[in-house]
């Protein structure tokens, strides 16, 4: 069992990324901790820090739930992919271990993804 994020275009063919569950909660945290903060501190994460004082563009990707929850528009997309893009070349610089190689890999999933649902106009789905 596990997670989807695929382009809602009806083209069975479009790429997609997917994940076991606690492997979508390990980039996820990953992901927070590069933009400075602890993801398990914030509200739905098990801590009470509001999302209102944290900046960041990855914010629709992060404080969305696993199951349900809207889609991700185009525009948030947008905003996701070029902080995701700079992520990813940050962490493909640095020396890691293996999880962090598949997560410079999950992540270049993602930004394909991303592109398309730009491209395309049409909203990234959660499945």
């Not at 992901?31 to 990855?58: H, I, Q």
């Not at 070029?82 to 993602?110: C, F, K, Y």
Request: hydrophobic share 40%; glycine share 8%.
């Amino acid at each position: 069992m596990g997670l989807v994020l695929f382009p809602r275009d009806g083209d069975n063919s479009s790429p997609d990324v997917s994940w076991s569950y606690s492997g979508f909660a390990a980039f996820r945290r990953r992901l927070a901790e590069t933009e400075g903060f602890v993801l398990s501190a914030m509200w739905g994460f098990g801590g009470e820090r509001p999302w209102s004082e944290v900046s960041t563009a990855l914010e629709p990707l992060l404080d969305h739930p696993d199951v349900g929850g809207d889609d991700l528009s185009p525009a948030e997309c947008a905003s996701i992919l070029i902080r995701l893009e700079a992520i990813t070349d940050q962490w493909a610089q640095e020396d890691g271990d293996q999880l962090l190689q598949r997560h410079v890999e999950d992540a270049r999933q993602l930004v394909g993804v991303l592109r398309l649902c730009i491209e395309k106009n049409v909203p990234l789905v959660f499945l």
